[in-house]
């Protein structure tokens, strides 16, 4: 059971990335997804979920900017950016727990990605 997060780089200020989170091992599509991200120094924070249903989860520092998606078909789930910024940069994580604002949700099994790294700078 397996994830793995790519699709990482570095981007100028307003400029766009899609991220993936492929699924082994397990279908996506009866778990829910969760991206987070972790910048130098800071905490790992939630940015988005997709459930089973595809109900979808922003974090307010993201909305607006950022969609997840899911591709049933190729086992994996996206994360559009766009509209970057300098305060993106981190380490993103995609995973079977979910944060929603302050709610940690574990994901069963919980399974994490290896991370990709996204820097925002021009």
């Known amino acids: 059971v397996q994830l793995q997060a790519s699709g990482g780089g570095l981007v100028q200020p307003g400029g766009s990335l899609l991220l993936s989170c492929a699924a082994s091992?397990?279908?996506?599509?009866?778990?829910?997804i969760g991206w987070f991200r972790q910048a130098p120094g800071k905490e790992r924070e939630g940015v988005s979920c997709?459930?089973?249903?595809?109900?979808?989860y922003y974090a307010d520092s993201v909305k607006g900017r950022i969609t997840i998606s899911r591709d049933d078909a190729k086992n994996a789930v996206y994360l559009q950016m766009d509209s970057l910024k300098v305060e993106d940069t981190a380490v993103y994580y995609c995973?079977?727990?979910?944060?929603?604002?302050?709610?940690?949700?574990?994901?069963?099994?919980?399974?994490w990605g290896q991370g990709t790294q996204v820097t925002v700078s021009s």
């Open positions: 091992g397990f279908t996506v599509d009866y778990y829910t």
């Open positions: 997709i459930n089973s249903e595809g109900r979808r």
């Open positions: 995973s079977t727990s979910c944060r929603m604002g302050t709610v940690l949700v574990k994901g069963d099994p919980e399974v």
